[in-house]
């Protein structure tokens, strides 16, 4: 039974997938409704179930339509002690044998030799409207965009300014938009060669490439090139994948090509990637964009039905609208496009010109009342200090008694979960704590909410009075 679910999951995700992902996974056991299955890596968990865990439960559905839950483990015998290798000079010329690594399975599977790198070294794809004349800047990146044009900018043998240049910023605040206007604008002039990936494609690229054993090829191109885009850094994951990104990262900077890169946090809260690798990213130069403040918004719309009118003329959003717009959605530049294409939607459809009412009613679930981001530190060690009769200053003092710990645990990890702080910046308002003692409040409050129910109930609590 178990060959015809491997069956059924191989013609569902394809071999290529398959083997990648699926060739080293193991059964384990079959209870009533529960299957149990095992895979001798935590990336190759993680992995699948980010990306498989339904695809994975309905191949089983399919041969046992009472199982309903997959328990995915990882088997304890192939312990991967990664001893990262230093030099990336000296590596490219090692043969391909790196027993011992994390993802070293991945590469024992198929041989057949195909293009993968070839496909990975394409880039990821662009949206031809993500350029930089379709920027708007504003007070929260005007820095960003300075630096992402004056890298755009560079030629081939200038000096690199800031390298690597590394931006971070909450989902929707434009991360990719000017990643990708770097892309267009400096693969404009031929001379240099200007490379966007996504973290996934540089990582399915690098595993494709063990996997047909073209690793090498995939290493020499990648430091073939002038200018190294990467985009959702904070996906990066696997041993033997982010090795091979320090090394990369290494070559280029050494060599004296431009490394860009976008994430979702700062380089300190990468907390899966190798300190090298981290205090490496946080060398250059590192520019926060924050959130979109109103006349950024308001560009951003003004900008998003230019670019409509482009090919439906009779298309206007009156100024009104703008505005209410502007300061209704607040938190994202993709709810801000999603609220002009629905307005254009709307308006093509039924033949009828933007109003406001029109606009109301149809964005109505984009507008959030409620703004996390507004939640204040200070905010958070006020309620959970009076919620636990303990003081403020308690929580941010030395003590360690457990009336005092637990509620200032309780409330780092409502300042991480809650606000967009960093740990190290979390860490500097609770009297100068360590990023790492942060980290442990939060996976140890994290851990607690799921088995304690009245921790659970209170941590609820807390974040309704401080939603309200
Ligand atoms: P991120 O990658 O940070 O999640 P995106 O770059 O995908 O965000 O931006 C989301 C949407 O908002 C895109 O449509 C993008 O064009 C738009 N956007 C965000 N910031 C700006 C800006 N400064 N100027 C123009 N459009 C923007
Ligand atoms: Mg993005």
Request: net charge positive; proline share 4%.
């Amino acid at each position: 039974r178990w060959s015809r679910v491997k069956g059924r999951l191989r013609s569902t995700v394809g071999e290529d997938i398959y083997s990648s992902w699926f060739a080293r996974m193991d059964l384990e056991s079959v209870h009533g409704e529960s299957v149990r299955l095992s895979v001798p890596t935590r990336f190759l968990k993680s992995w699948i179930q980010a990306h498989y865990a339904e695809r994975v439960l309905s191949c089983w559905q399919a041969e046992l339509p009472d199982v309903h839950r997959i328990d995915l483990t990882v088997r304890s015998a192939m312990r991967c002690a990664a001893p990262v290798r230093e030099a990336p000079a000296t590596d490219a010329r090692r043969p391909e044998r790196s027993e011992g690594r994390d993802g070293v399975e991945l590469k024992t599977v198929a041989t057949a030799p195909a293009s993968a790198n070839h496909d990975a070294l394409g880039g990821s794809p662009l949206d031809p409207r993500l350029t930089f004349q379709s920027f708007v800047t504003g007070r929260s990146n005007t820095l960003a965009h300075a630096a992402a044009r004056q890298v755009a900018e560079g030629r081939r043998g200038d000096s690199v300014m800031f390298n690597p240049l590394y931006i971070h910023a909450g989902v929707g605040l434009g991360k990719t938009h000017l990643l990708q206007a770097v892309t267009w604008a400096g693969n404009a002039g031929t001379e240099r060669r200007v490379l966007y990936l996504t973290a996934e494609k540089f990582m399915y690229g690098f595993v494709a490439a063990l996997k047909t054993q073209t690793a090498l090829a995939f290493k020499e191109a990648l430091r073939g090139i002038d200018v190294l885009v990467i985009d959702d850094l904070q996906f990066l994951q696997g041993k033997s994948t982010q090795a091979e990104f320090c090394h990369t990262l290494n070559a280029l900077i050494d060599a004296g090509r431009q490394v860009v890169i976008a994430a979702d946090r700062p380089p300190s809260d990468l907390e899966s990637l190798d300190d090298r690798v981290r205090s490496r990213l946080a060398g250059g130069l590192v520019v926060e964009m924050g959130s979109l403040g109103e006349e950024l918004r308001l560009g951003i719309l003004r900008s998003r039905v230019e670019a409509a009118r482009v090919h439906h003329a009779s298309f206007d959003v009156p100024e009104p609208v703008l505005d209410y717009l502007a300061k209704a959605i607040t938190h994202n530049g993709r709810d801000l496009e999603g609220a002009i294409n629905r307005l254009l939607a709307h308006s093509k459809l039924n033949a009828q010109p933007v109003t406001l009412e029109m606009a109301e009613r149809e964005v109505r679930d984009l507008v959030r009342p409620q703004e996390p981001r507004r939640i204040k530190i200070e905010d958070i060690q006020r309620v959970v200090a009076r919620q636990y009769n303990v003081s403020r200053s308690d929580l941010l003092s030395s003590r360690r008694t457990a009336n005092v710990v637990r509620p200032r645990q309780v409330a780092m990890y409502l300042a991480k979960t809650l606000t967009l702080r960093s740990l190290p910046e979390i860490g500097r308002r609770f009297g100068g704590r360590d990023h790492t003692t942060v980290l442990h409040a939060v996976r140890k409050i994290e851990a607690l909410v799921s088995k304690d129910a009245t921790l659970s109930d209170e941590v609820e609590l807390l974040k309704r009075q401080l939603q309200e």
